[in-house]
Every structure is written in structure tokens, then in C-alpha cells.
């Protein structure tokens, strides 16, 4: 699989102050929204209809907001991004789809809001060209949906600190620094 970045603007520029609050905000309604909304427990996402993406252990899907056409709306998310720790799932962030496979998504942060899509060497199948339904059999077809070598433009939204940022493209998060940024399994501390 190969990681395509894409952005309009060039992505080594600085961002400007409208860009760089833009960006702030963004991430501020949606860890608002996922408050609000109780999906820091993984029993809501999984009530509000997320369901763990096929081959995929940390992404939740809810595949009525795949096909609702809203683009980067904090409350209706595409996907809930859910890591494994001890304690159980936790909310490390969201992820957006673009409203179509051959669609842009917006770059409300200028460079700071730096969508990514995935090339597979081996195709995938994909209903609409969203929903992702399962591999291509090996006579190239599929059961569900039509087969897609790329797939739709994604962005992500981290609640916990990355090096790259908000919005890295990277998933790799290391169990003790997941933890720590969600701010659980801490021991108390002696008198």
C-alpha cells in the first residue's frame, strides 16, 4: 500500500493566521463534538452505528455518514478511530471522507489539513466507491461493489498529540503514549 498526500496549497509553506485557526478549530468542534456526543466511550460509537471496518482494527465505521454527503461535519464523522489498550478501546480521533471517490476534501487549514488517500497493488472492493466490502476475488471481481486499486480522499482529526500533528496521515501510535495523552491506566500517586 502507498500513502498519497495531497494539498492545493504547497504543504511546506507556513499556514496563514486564518488557516491556523481554521485548523485549531476544527480539531476543537470535533473532540467538542465527540464529548458531547459520548464517543470517548466505545460503547456509544458502537450504539451510534460504528462498526469495526473490515481488515482494519482501528477504524469504526458508520456507513448511513459514508453516504450523507456532509464533508467535514464534527457530529456526523465517517469514522471513529479506536486503539486497543488495556483498558479497553479509546478515542485516539476521527476520520472524514471526501463526499466522493474522484472528489477533493477541503483544505479548510491550507496546508495544515493535509488529505491522504491509500493505493493497494492488489484491488479492493468498494460499494459507491466509498464503502469499503471486502478483497477482489482472484478472478478480479467482486460480490459486493466494484473493484478500486485507490481509495476516496480521507482526512484525519487526532485528539492526541502526533509530531506531524493534527491531522497526520501516520496511524502508528505507541501503546504508552496513547495512554498517557488520553490521560488513563496512570497509577495514583503515595502520600
Not at 9 to 24: C, G, H, L, N, S
Not at 27 to 37: G, K, M
Not at 92 to 102: E, N, R, S, T
Request: negative net charge; aromatic residues 10%; charged residues 25%.
Amino acid at each position: 500500500m502507498v500513502i498519497w498526500e495531497v494539498s492545493e496549497p504547497d504543504p511546506r509553506r507556513a499556514p496563514t493566521p486564518e488557516e491556523q485557526a481554521a485548523a485549531d478549530a476544527l480539531v476543537s468542534r470535533c473532540r467538542e463534538a465527540a464529548e458531547r456526543l459520548g464517543w470517548f466511550s466505545f460503547e456509544q460509537g458502537l450504539a451510534d452505528g460504528y462498526r469495526k471496518q473490515r481488515g482494519d482494527p482501528r477504524h469504526y465505521v458508520n456507513e448511513e455518514r459514508l453516504f450523507d454527503n456532509a464533508v467535514l461535519d464534527c457530529e456526523r464523522p465517517e469514522f471513529l478511530m479506536y486503539y486497543e489498550t488495556p483498558q479497553g478501546p479509546l478515542l485516539a480521533g476521527l476520520m472524514f471522507y471526501a463526499q466522493g471517490p474522484d472528489l477533493r476534501g477541503p483544505q479548510i487549514g491550507g496546508p495544515l489539513t493535509l488529505w491522504h488517500y491509500h493505493i493497494w497493488k492488489r484491488a479492493k472492493c468498494f460499494r459507491d466507491g466509498l464503502m469499503l466490502t471486502g478483497a477482489v476475488s482472484d478472478a478480479g471481481s467482486c460480490s459486493d461493489g466494484e473493484p478500486s486499486h485507490r481509495s476516496p480522499e480521507m482526512l484525519h482529526v487526532w485528539f492526541v498529540e502526533r509530531p506531524d500533528g493534527p491531522f497526520t496521515t501516520a496511524m502508528g501510535i505507541p501503546r504508552g503514549e496513547l495512554e498517557a495523552a488520553l490521560g488513563v491506566g496512570a497509577s495514583p500517586t503515595e502520600p
